[in-house]
């Protein structure tokens, strides 16, 4: 099961959202559809800086920075990374060169390998599947900003003595210089921040 990272996101945030009636998703939709007219009654280049002023600001795609969401359930652990491209390869473009291809293709490979992360050992968590991705192999790269994901899932022998996660990814990527941890562990929950100089994080 791929967790997505909005999904963990909300868990992890602890947030308890209400149930949407069906009015009030009539009402969204209708916002919607007349704020896509009023766009399209522009020339490009006002459309341009309406979408970016009313772009949401999710935390994720910020250059330099990377969010991490980790749930537990009994001994099942879901991971879901995401950073901006340019954090990762320096450039969020659809590649043009061989060289930039490569780079695109070594990154995929380093987060399909699930290295750049470890836990305790005596928690005996083994990887179970590993899928990553980027916008910039997308047909619509060149169009905006652009991602990597990371999807993991573990399976934990000893969940009780889950306490540390240690964070090589720092030294691997130079251009990542810090990253948000939301965690939910069986019922407990909280935040911490990674950096180089800090890659440790305790539960």
Excluded at 62 to 77: K, S
Excluded at 149 to 160: D, E, F, G, S
């Amino acid at each position: 099961m791929k967790l997505s990272l909005l999904a963990c996101m909300l868990i992890a945030a602890g947030l308890n959202t209400a149930v949407v009636t069906a009015q009030q998703a009539e009402h969204a939709q209708a916002a919607v559809e007349q704020k896509h007219q009023h766009d399209h009654d522009h020339d490009h280049q006002d459309e341009h800086d309406h979408d970016d002023d009313d772009m949401p600001a999710l935390g994720a795609h910020v250059h330099g920075h990377a969010v991490l969401t980790l749930v537990l359930e009994g001994n099942e652990m879901q991971l879901a990374f995401q950073s901006a491209a340019q954090s990762i390869v320096g450039f969020e473009h659809k590649p043009r060169t061989p060289e930039q291809k490569q780079e695109v293709a070594a990154a995929i490979e380093v987060f399909n390998q699930a290295q750049w992360f470890s836990f305790n050992t005596d928690a005996n968590c083994e990887l179970v599947m590993a899928e990553a991705s980027t916008d910039l192999t997308e047909p619509q790269a060149n169009k905006g900003h652009a991602d990597f994901y990371a999807n993991y899932q573990l399976l934990c022998q000893r969940p009780a003595r889950l306490d540390e996660l240690q964070l090589s990814i720092f030294s691997l990527v130079p251009a990542l210089e810090h990253m948000d941890i939301q965690w939910i562990i069986n019922g407990r929950q909280g935040a911490s921040q990674a950096a180089l100089s800090s890659s440790t994080v305790r539960f």
